[in-house]
């Protein structure tokens, strides 16, 4: 009777809902991992960073990996790759100790091309002399004697021709000069290195214009420091200490090289001192025998000053030849 639908079943409208509920299960609470699927899978993977979870009242891991700084990066080395200055001091028995060793054990090696470089040096010189000398203008002496007495008088001049041909022969011995000091070096420091070395190491130039410019920016400072005053020059002198063997180790500039031994000397300014001093007592008894020994001394003492930059640089030298 009527047209009315018949009255829902009770407990609600529509059928219940199968055993278990609608589709999968309700997702856990905020904060939790969901529970592994039927199958026994293994768990998640531990978070980003390598680290399990930390058992209850242990301590977390740092952030970042073991053994690293933070952000993963290896320490950065210093500039140009080299350790700055500083880290190591000089000990003067072990440095002469290598250099004599060193030495002793490439005696031919070193002493051929010292007495090579020598006689052109000595060469040119005499040349220069000889040259300006003869072309000097003639000189003019007189004797006077009188009563009671005689005088004595000679003078002489050099002459327009004989100051230039000075000039330029002292520019060819510095060319000359600074050329020998950069293939000397560049040979000390192969030694340094443990690097074989023979004879034609030693002529092998390096870097030899920043070499010449640094040795005449030097010269001149060291000469107007002089002219002043002796101690200027000194301290010239000894803060530059370095310049080459930088120069030609790093293939520096010559300003850059300069400023690289100034900066070593204030680092270490007793070391240095003590370096350069012990350095022109090797030299100077070595030409207090007859010249020959600066064979033996000059070599020595290059060696001790090499030995003595790669210390103060924190570098490393080649063990003692057994």
Known sequence: QGNYPPPPP???????PPQGGYGAPPPPPHGNYPPPPQGNYPPPPPPQGGYAPPPPGSYPPPQGDWGQPQGGYPPQAGYGGYPPAGNSGVD???????AWNKFSKNAVVLIVPTLVYG???????????????????????????YDGGASYSFSAGLGVASIITMLLGYLVLFVVGGAISSAYYGGLLD??????VEIGSFFKPRNVGSVLIASLLVGIASSIGSF?????????TIFTLFTTVSIVERGLSPIDGIKAS?????ANFVPALLTWLITLVIVGVGALLCGIGLLVAAPVAALFLVHAYRKLTGGQVAPLTP
Do not use: R
Request: net charge negative; hydrophobic share 45%; proline share 7%.
């Open 92 to 98: 003067i028995g072990e440095t002469f100790g290598w």
């Open 228 to 236: 002043l005053c002796v101690i200027p020059g000194l301290i010239v």
């Open 119 to 145: 006689l052109v040096l000595g060469a040119l010189y005499g040349i220069i002399t000889f040259a300006s000398g003869a072309l000097a203008p003639t000189s003019e002496s007189s004797y006077d004697s």
């Open 10 to 16: 009770q407990g609600g409208y529509g059928a219940p």
């Open 191 to 196: 030694i340094a290195n443990g690097t074989p």
């Open 262 to 266: 100034i900066d070593i000397v204030k």
